[in-house]
């Protein structure tokens, strides 16, 4: 037998149910798992759950006795129904770091300056590039932006790996 699963399957919810102890999820591709209402804090602050909802695949919404209204977005449940979930993400995110990191550092290099140097002409601390280039420290937009401007390439070539850039 083949069987084939929806493109994102692990990102669309397919039902939501509320239950004595929480919120009762499964997502397209069969996980399932329960959200405990210890954990939704709007929904004992708002007095108890009056109704949820599933208007999108990616997203339950909460309604209060007090008719408040609250997002459980699709990967904050996911990790919920599937414990190799965050990790993996975790994962991902720490590759990414580390690349962009690596891709900084190699136009440092090449540009023949120091990270003292560096990041004193992007207007940050040294020790914030260190912790970039090492892939411990995602750059806010503006620190990219920086980086960028005193490396004198675009944010593209920083956040692109070089097979994957228009030029």
Not at 34 to 44: A, G, Q
Not at 105 to 115: H, V
Not at 150 to 160: F, M, Q, S, T, Y
Request: hydrophobic residues 35%.
């Amino acid at each position: 037998m083949i069987t084939t699963l929806v493109k994102n399957a692990d990102r669309m919810m397919s039902s939501a149910s509320a239950l004595d102890e929480g919120i009762e999820l499964t997502f397209v591709d069969g996980c399932s798992g329960l959200i405990p209402f210890s954990d939704l804090p709007e929904v004992s602050a708002g007095g108890g759950l009056k109704n949820l909802e599933l208007p999108t695949p990616y997203e339950v919404v909460l309604i209060t006795v007090k008719g408040d209204r609250s997002e459980i977005p699709w990967d904050f449940a996911r990790h919920y129904c599937d414990p190799t979930y965050r990790p993996r993400i975790e994962a991902q995110a720490r590759q990414a770091r580390e690349s962009l990191g690596g891709r900084i550092r190699d136009f440092r290099e090449t540009a023949g300056l120091t990270q003292a140097e560096l990041s004193s002409r992007a207007g940050i601390g040294r020790v914030t590039l260190t912790r970039i280039e090492k892939g411990e420290h995602s750059p806010r937009t503006e620190t990219l932006t920086a980086i960028a401007r005193a490396l004198g390439v675009d944010v593209e070539d920083l956040i692109l790996p070089r097979s994957r850039r228009s030029r």
